[in-house]
């Protein structure tokens, strides 16, 4: 009998020591596929663990990616970035580079990160890589010589483009970005418009595929006159967004777009309106990358004593 306890004894502390042992190598795992901080940049274990945490944070607001990177101690894109870029005037530029608040936390302000034994900077449409004695020079040092730098791959929002920037020619209109500006509405004396950037953001790494996303990017905007001119900058008014938009049965590679804040948001925010899937089994190229489709209304209310102003737009892809 006692031979038969110790036997159980030592199985049960076998048992709990090889489930400890589990336990330290799943934490160990998910420590070694998480970003560090390496000098100034954030240091990413392989590709798939900067794509796998890039998607993770485009499901974030502005507020809780601030948060993110300041848990990181980076100094991130998106704090040095000025979201108002372009959009002063009355009528908005054409030609604008646009890129998600994911993309933007995850480089410093240099624009720059690690990725593996790769030091990775992103110059509008292009990734390069830099050797280690270029990767503590300044973007402004780093023009110079980007026509001698080895491309790593490609990544932006470009509007008016008429081709893959690419050269992959996937996704029709990868890369391309449509603006909508809402007629003004008046509220407490002043003059507001609502601004909605609809953007494809698509990454390649390595000359493979790795991501490919649907964005909006929502500001208020007040106008704001001096002697010699009138300008619209960024409100500070709290609002809501609602859609009501109807998409292409066809796109089954894309998630269902959908637009409902829960709660109130303010300033510039960027959120994530559809992610591409590779579907199985295609019979053809067409249901690998297919274009997204949407249309329908997408409406800004602010957050005051009923009743709330408010203003609609018709949101629409190429």
């Not at 901080?37 to 798939?48: A, I, P, V, Y």
């Not at 796998?52 to 607001?61: C, G, V």
């Not at 992959?168 to 950037?197: C, Q, W």
Request: aromatic residues 10%; glycine residues 4%.
């Amino acid at each position: 009998m006692k031979k038969l306890i110790a036997l159980f004894l030592g199985l049960t502390i076998l048992s709990c020591s090889s489930e400890d042992q589990v336990t330290q190598d799943t934490v160990s795992s998910k420590e070694t596929s998480a970003p560090v901080l390496d000098g100034k940049m954030l240091s990413f274990k392989n590709e798939e663990s900067f794509v796998k945490e890039y998607s993770s944070l485009a499901l974030l607001n502005s507020e809780e990616l601030k948060k993110w990177a300041s848990s990181k101690k980076l100094n991130s894109l998106l704090e040095s970035s000025n979201n108002s870029d372009g959009l002063e005037e009355d009528v908005v530029p054409e030609s604008r580079l646009v890129y998600s608040d994911a993309l933007k936390t995850v480089l410093n302000s240099d624009a720059k990160v690690k990725i593996g034994d790769k030091i990775v900077w992103l110059n509008e449409l292009t990734f390069y890589m830099l050797t280690e004695e270029d990767k503590n020079k300044s973007s402004e040092e780093l023009l110079s010589l980007k026509n001698k730098l080895q491309v790593y791959g490609q990544i932006t929002g470009f509007s008016k483009s008429n081709e893959s920037l690419t050269g992959k020619n996937l996704f029709p209109n990868e890369n391309r970005i449509k603006t909508f500006a809402s007629e003004e509405m008046n509220y407490s004396g002043s003059r507001l418009r609502h601004v909605v950037d609809l953007f494809n953001e698509t990454i390649y790494l390595n000359d493979k595929l790795q991501s490919s996303k649907m964005f909006i990017r929502s500001i208020l905007q007040y106008r704001s006159c001096s002697t010699w001119r009138c300008t619209w900058k960024e409100a500070a008014n709290q609002r809501n967004l609602t859609s009501d938009f109807s998409s292409s049965p066809a796109s089954v590679a894309w998630s269902a777009p959908h637009i409902y804040t829960y709660t109130a948001i303010s300033g510039t925010q960027t959120i994530l309106l559809s992610s591409w899937s590779q579907p199985p089994t295609p019979t053809n190229p067409d249901f690998w990358y297919p274009n997204f489709a949407i249309s329908g209304p997408l409406v800004c209310t602010l957050v005051v004593v009923a009743p709330a102003p408010s203003v609609s737009i018709n949101l629409s892809w190429y």
